[in-house]
């Protein structure tokens, strides 16, 4: 016999759990009491979004189920913002939560909330547990349909009771959900109407998206691309599972994507979705995506078909799988005319790149990206806030290997850098891990700079600060006659604050500088802050207006301004 926080800890141990994020509090302290007889580390976080990021962070890098804890109220309701974030995501994460007695839910006690009523459209799935009893079926499947089909977030909010209660422990060796049984391989049927789609393309493009670094799909794809010879686009989520460098490579798609990538998507006549969901910041108004191209859309969540963009051949199973049951069903091809054309388009594109462009003794967020790309060899593990410095790092940190690029993407979440930066530090302590934020973003989560002294996270943030939340400015500069509104921010001495926390910082106000920062802050053992002060005004190009179709963008200038 076994009390119900001990089993919770045994579970997690069978899980392969080897770190959790967390937060105390009353209802929980059964399974914090319990958790010192555990080979599990847990970090405290200062904050319980922190902790979400964090299991967040760890789980994208290690490709393992991320672990994050909380108690009951205001510490369950708390991570909602990080459980939505890898719901969008595709991220396996298993929340814990505390919950009051049994005998209280529903009456109001102190620091109750109907945890799983508010993120039941935010998980995969949630369970309340009200018995000890109960602890090691739910574990076992939480972390099993946390990790299959298309991951993403479980969250178990457990009563206290649950947590003192004894009962016998069998851990189930076997999940039985005879209603959840995702699909791995597509149908031979459907697999040949793909085939005989791409046997007719002259002008085909492959749309990479997030799923296919979920299935590890990275030499699958390859395989397909070299062997049809077509060019690969990349959503946000789904770079570095194709590498930058490949002649194939058309980096990102969509609102700031490259343009040569939008220009190819509109003038194909086959698109070849591979685990994307065709999310608005990719498509552009779908009146007009892709208007003369019949569409493939392999997804291991059948949900996702048809959903925005109808698919000639919709293909449901692991992307892994299906791929390599695709590759030997096609021939090789021919497309150069077609690869040169998307060249022409590329070498248009470079002649208005902002890298051609001398800096004038400014310090521009594009050229900083590059050259923390060029100091790294473009080797790093980089995680990001959102807003502008997400866009310029997707654009300009070139990603050849995959899992190295830690960012929100569906959700956008505001102050996600510096805590998934410290959780994939956790997957992986041996590599060089940058976390890139602005000055807005990184306020929301800076606390979190004290857990990574706590925990020694050898972790290097750069922080653009404009003073001003700049993805905001900007569309109030091209869509509102330039009447900012509530984006004027007034930061705190960025160098001060890190100090306050223990921390090496720096500021850096001229590209002669910024090699010499970069430099400092790789030698420095554990956390280091680098506080750049960028061009206020800067604006990420392109931009696809509102409303717009996906070749509509706003461009760079081909001469830089004054």
């Known amino acids: 016999m076994k009390k119900g926080a001990e089993i919770l800890w045994e579970c997690l141990v ?23 007889n555990y080979p599990i580390h847990h970090v405290l976080v200062r904050h319980e979004q922190g902790a979400a990021h964090m299991a967040d962070g760890y789980a994208r890098v290690s490709g393992k189920v991320g672990v994050a804890m909380a108690t ?16 969008m995501d595709s991220v396996p994460v298993v929340f814990i939560t505390g919950q009051v007695h049994a005998h209280l839910v529903g ?39 946390a990790r299959s089909g298309r991951p993403g977030p479980v969250l178990i909010d457990i009563c206290k009771n649950a947590q003192i209660e004894q009962a016998e422990f069998v851990y189930p060796e076997e999940v039985k959900l005879p209603g959840y049984q995702p699909m791995t391989h597509s149908p031979r049927n459907l697999l040949d109407d793909a085939v005989k789609l791409i046997e007719k393309a002259q002008k085909p493009v492959i749309l990479c998206g997030h799923g296919v670094l979920m299935s590890k799909a990275e030499e699958a794809l390859m395989q397909f691309a070299v062997k049809t010879q077509t060019p690969v686009a990349c959503t946000l989520l789904g770079l570095g599972a194709f590498p930058a460098s490949d002649p194939l490579a058309l980096g990102m798609m969509g609102m700031h994507g490259e343009a040569y990538a939008n220009m190819a998507i509109q003038n194909s006549d086959l698109i070849l979705a591979f685990g994307m969901r065709f999310d608005d910041r990719v498509t552009g108004t779908l009146k007009t995506y892709a208007p003369n191209a019949k569409k493939i859309h392999i997804e291991i969540d059948p949900s996702e078909l048809h959903k925005n963009v109808y698919a000639d051949a919709p293909l449901v199973g692991d992307l892994n799988t299906v791929l390599t049951d695709l590759v030997p069903l096609v021939d090789e091809y021919d497309h150069t005319e077609w690869l040169d054309q998307i060249n022409d388009w590329k070498n248009e594109v470079d002649s208005r790149s902002i890298m051609n462009w001398d800096d004038n003794g400014k310090l521009q967020a594009a050229h900083l990206v590059a050259d923390i790309w060029k100091a790294t060899g473009g080797d790093a593990i980089v995680t ?7 866009m310029w790092v997707a654009q300009y940190y070139a990603l050849d290997k995959p899992n190295r690029w830690i960012t929100s993407g569906g959700h956008g979440t505001m102050g996600f850098g510096l805590p998934s930066a410290i959780g994939a530090w956790f997957a992986h302590k041996d590599e060089e891990i940058w976390a890139v934020a602005g000055d807005g973003g990184f306020q929301m989560t800076a606390a979190e700079l004290t857990t990574a002294v706590q925990e020694g996270a050898n972790v290097k943030v750069a922080i653009m600060n404009n003073n001003f939340l700049g993805m905001v400015r900007q569309w109030q500069e091209f869509f509102c006659e ?13 160098v001060k604050l890190a100090d306050a926390h223990g921390v090496p910082a720096r500021r850096v106000t001229k590209r002669e500088e910024v090699n010499d920062a970069i430099e400092w802050a790789r030698k420095t053992k554990g956390p280091v802050v680098l506080e750049f002060l960028v061009e206020q005004e800067e604006a990420v190009y392109p931009l696809v207006p509102p409303g717009a179709a996906l070749d509509e963008m706003i461009r760079r200038p081909v001469k830089q301004a004054g």
């Open 482 to 494: 330039k009447r900012y509104s509530a984006v004027n921010m007034i930061t705190p001495d960025f």
């Open 14 to 36: 069978r899980e392969g759990v080897e770190v959790v994020f967390g937060y105390p509090g009353g209802a929980i302290m059964p399974v914090y009491d319990a958790m010192l």
């Open 72 to 87: 009951s109220g205001p510490g369950a309701t708390n991570l909602v913002t990080g459980i939505a974030t890898a719901m």
């Open 384 to 390: 990001t806030d959102v807003g502008q410095h997400q």
């Open 107 to 145: 009456g109001d006690a102190f620091q109750e909330t109907d945890v799983t009523g508010i993120t039941l459209p935010i998980t995969k799935h949630n369970y309340l547990v009200m018995r000890a009893d109960e602890i090691a079926e739910v574990v076992r499947e939480a972390f099993f349909i």
